[in-house]
């Protein structure tokens, strides 16, 4: 329950304040947006790690205030959006969806290696791996710090730009930038617009549909198999380390 109810508050923040990241993103730059959003990913971890570490002083409970944290960068959210607009941003659009592909084949790897390195640690010490992750996470800050690139300068690339109608006007018009809450509303409301006019199409096409009702399942599923492991250890009085080695 508590892990539910903590999973439905992380994803607040990255619906509430995407667009404003993604306006930040556009002003100041994706590298910085992507780092806060890591940061606040490692900040949220390192908190449930105290409350768990001092289950006698803090309050189980506590962990929720895990979830205001991450108001501080977006959330996984915006950091994995971040990811793949500096993939779009860094090649043509004819390479775009095989970089996309090879950021995914990435994660699903480091899945599959992962997943049974943890459960053999947990046979040793349940903090192993727990305390280790806070350690992944700061050598990845460290990394994108010093190596990755800053791709908003990209856009203006004419090998990257997308191609736009001419206009013939006679000087330039002087326009007055709109104050920031309106430029977020105004944001807001055409991400909004532009989703539906996008998306019109996608209720018509069935076999469209039936794709995304498939990755509704496999969205589903993940979430599901935390429920597995604790059933295969109260039911069938499995260790947790073997549970996780063994799925």
Not at 37 to 47: E, H, I, K, T, V
């Amino acid at each position: 329950m508590i892990l539910g109810y903590k999973d439905t508050l992380d994803q607040l923040p990255g619906i509430f304040f995407g667009v404003a990241y993604g306006l930040l993103a556009d002003s100041i730059g994706r590298r910085p947006i992507l780092l806060f959003g890591m940061l606040g990913l490692a900040l949220s971890g390192m908190w449930v790690k105290i409350v768990c570490l001092f289950p006698q002083t803090i309050p189980i409970k506590l962990v929720y205030l895990s979830s205001p944290i991450l108001i501080f960068g977006g959330g996984a959210q915006v950091a994995s959006s971040m990811l793949y607009v500096m993939l779009a941003d860094s090649y043509p659009e004819e390479e775009r969806v095989t970089s996309f592909f090879y950021f995914s084949s990435v994660a699903l790897v480091a899945e599959i290696v992962a997943t049974p390195i943890s459960g053999l640690t947990m046979t040793k010490d349940p903090w192993v791996p727990f305390l280790a992750s806070s350690g992944m996470e700061l050598l990845a800050i460290i990394v994108a710090l010093l190596f990755a690139p800053e791709t908003h300068h990209f856009v203006n690339n004419p090998s990257f730009a997308m191609p736009r109608p001419s206009t013939d006007n006679s000087g330039p018009i002087p326009t007055k930038e709109p104050p920031f809450v309106r430029l977020w509303a105004d944001k807001l409301w055409g991400s909004l617009k532009k989703t539906r006019e996008l998306t019109h199409f996608v209720w018509k096409n069935l076999n469209i549909t039936l794709v995304l009702l498939v990755f509704l399942a496999a969205t589903l599923s993940r979430q599901a198999m935390a429920l597995l492991l604790q059933l295969l250890f109260y039911s069938l009085s499995a260790l947790l380390s073997t549970s996780r080695v063994s799925l």
